[in-house]
């Protein structure tokens, strides 16, 4: 029964090479730290719902090197459906917005991060 | 919350783990989605969200302290968008108003 799992986690790893899941980072703590597969998954996960907790408390999340997650208001407005153009109103709300620090914008703009930039 | 934070966090909760294993873990997570972002690849974490890159085409920007036009190179941004588990979970705090 394990064993099947694990083959089809193998398969999703190797057919979607563009897209990191879960599983992909669950490996990768396995390979690096040499906690058990279990575990490793178990880990990623108390790592998002760490993050996940503290952001619906509305707390911001600054992870240095990587980026800031925080929670804005946005306010009552009147919006519009699109398709039949009657108005509605669009109450306020929390959102969740993600600014990418210095290292991670030059990190996929295939700079060395720490050349130009001024906060981490 | 920090990165810090959020280690001693893991730790409390993982009392059989050295804290310096905690630590790797967490910088293989953020390390790993910048892996996959810087080589355009997209993560994708079901109720969480994903972590995407998005092409921003050269311009002209200006420096706003001396009006001067400068050329804005093409370039990549990194861009997060929330799940809907976790975008429903942040929104529905008890101190705002819902209908």
Request: charged fraction near 25%; charge should be positive; aromatic fraction near 6%.
């Amino acid at each position: 029964m394990f064993r099947s799992i694990d083959v089809s986690c193998v398969v999703a790893y190797a057919s979607n090479m563009n897209t990191v899941t879960r599983a992909h980072l669950a490996e990768h703590i396995y390979t690096q730290v040499g906690l058990s597969r279990n575990e490793s998954a178990d880990l990623l996960e108390s790592v998002l719902e760490r993050l996940a907790v503290a952001l619906q408390a509305g707390d911001s999340v600054k992870i240095s090197g990587f980026g800031t997650f925080s929670v804005r208001q946005k306010g009552r407005r009147i919006g519009r459906n699109p398709k039949t153009g009657v108005e509605v109103p669009i109450l306020p709300r929390s959102v969740l917005v993600f600014r990418p620090s210095q290292v991670l914008k030059a990190r996929v703009n295939g700079q060395e991060p720490g050349i130009e930039d001024d906060a981490g | 919350m920090t990165k810090s934070e959020l280690i001693a966090e893991l730790a409390s909760a993982n009392p059989h783990l050295l804290s310096r294993d905690i630590e790797l873990i967490v910088s293989t997570v953020f390390d790993e989605i910048t892996a996959a972002l810087a080589r355009g690849a997209r993560v994708e974490l079901r109720g969480f969200g994903a972590f995407t890159i998005k092409q921003r085409d050269a311009r002209t920007g200006r420096n706003p302290r001396t009006g001067e036009a400068v050329a804005v190179g093409e370039k990549v941004v990194p861009f997060f968008k929330a799940g809907k588990e976790l975008r429903e979970r942040v929104n529905k705090r008890p101190t705002g108003r819902r209908a």
